[in-house]
């Protein structure tokens, strides 16, 4: 989990690097898709953004930029699976992982996603850019990192709870072990107190081991 954290923390800088340069790929979107004859089509998949940089995609600063996007979401796919195969079927995160797989899929529309305060990507581009075409793609980045850092913390929350529920049983045997193990041996010879107030045994709550008592005098034998 340790080994997780640190990827996050790798991630949340290469995305802070990316976000700094959010005019440059919004550029590089607009030329790729005027060359591809697309101005009319929102940025609505990854298989999309791979396109444009396969194909249409004609100088190095555009390669560069939507290189680095296709790399971060490529990180985020790996470490998605690394935290998959740290979870079980009924994890509190698996709602969290099942909603990342979901938006890296290749052909998933992403158009309708947007990305929330306080992340601010979609309060960089105008209203048209942000309705139309790029509020989505802009979006993913951020939205999956928040998702996976969700499941990350669900996951230790979950272990620390069950930690802390193992570590309880023990205690509460222990504190059960010699209780018993003392009523046990008082039981054993006679001397246990019912309710702690009385000697008690099998033949009743009073100690038969003394003779009865008699009233003083002399006794009249017959």
Known sequence: ????????KSLEQS????RQQQFTFISALERTREHAHERTKPVS????????LDHHCH???DQGILTLFLDIVRDLSHTLQRLESMMTEDSPASYCLEACRTLLYH??????????????EVNHLSCNEARNYYGGVVSLIPVVLDLLQQGVTSSQRAQRRLAAEQGAEPGRRSRAGPLSNTMATQ????AVKKGGCFPYNEAGPWDTTKP?????????KH
């Open 59 to 61: 100088n190095t600063t």
């Open 187 to 190: 039981a054993g010879s006679g």
């Open 1 to 8: 989990m340790n080994e997780l954290q640190d990827s996050l």
């Open 212 to 220: 009865a008592w008699r009233p003083p005098g002399p006794i009249n």
């Open 107 to 120: 052909n998933n529309d992403l158009s309708h996603i947007r990305a929330k305060y306080p992340h601010d």
């Open 15 to 18: 995305c802070r690097r990316f």
């Open 45 to 52: 998949t990854l298989a999309q953004v791979q396109n444009y």
